[in-house]
């Protein structure tokens, strides 16, 4: 069984800076996408960055600029680096991963939550 544990949420000021870490474990025989979403209550899920197995990175108009998604395909791990927090970005963010394990599928991780709050 494929698992997915995140890590770096936490509470920040406005203008402040998170890292988040997303590191599969398990039967791994690739990764392909990697990605990040965000949710508030009430909302849906949305796409927040997500990067390729060759590295092609993709973000929500509203971040670009401020984060940067990167992968280690030696570790399974990706990162999000998240500059210039806004409050309103405040949410439970949620890493997902598209695993070969044999089989395509799609995992995700258990969320975290970015508080960005003076």
């Known amino acids: 069984q494929v698992q997915l544990v995140e890590s770096g949420g936490g509470l920040v000021e406005p203008g402040g800076s998170l890292r988040l870490s997303c590191a599969a474990s398990?039967?791994?025989?690739?990764?392909?996408?990697m990605g990040w979403y965000r949710q508030v209550p009430g909302k849906e899920r949305e796409l927040v960055a997500s990067?390729?197995?060759?590295?092609?990175?993709n973000y929500a108009d509203s971040v670009k600029g401020r984060f940067t998604i990167s992968r280690d395909n030696a570790k399974n791990t990706d990162y999000l680096q998240m500059n210039s927090l806004k409050p309103e970005e405040t949410a439970v963010y949620y890493c997902?991963?598209?695993?070969?394990?044999?089989?395509?599928?799609?995992?995700w991780g258990q969320g975290i939550q970015v508080a960005v709050s003076p």
């Open positions: 997902m991963m598209v695993i070969n394990t044999p089989l395509r599928t799609v995992f």
């Open positions: 990067i390729t197995s060759g590295g092609s990175t």
């Open positions: 398990g039967v791994i025989f690739s990764v392909n996408d």
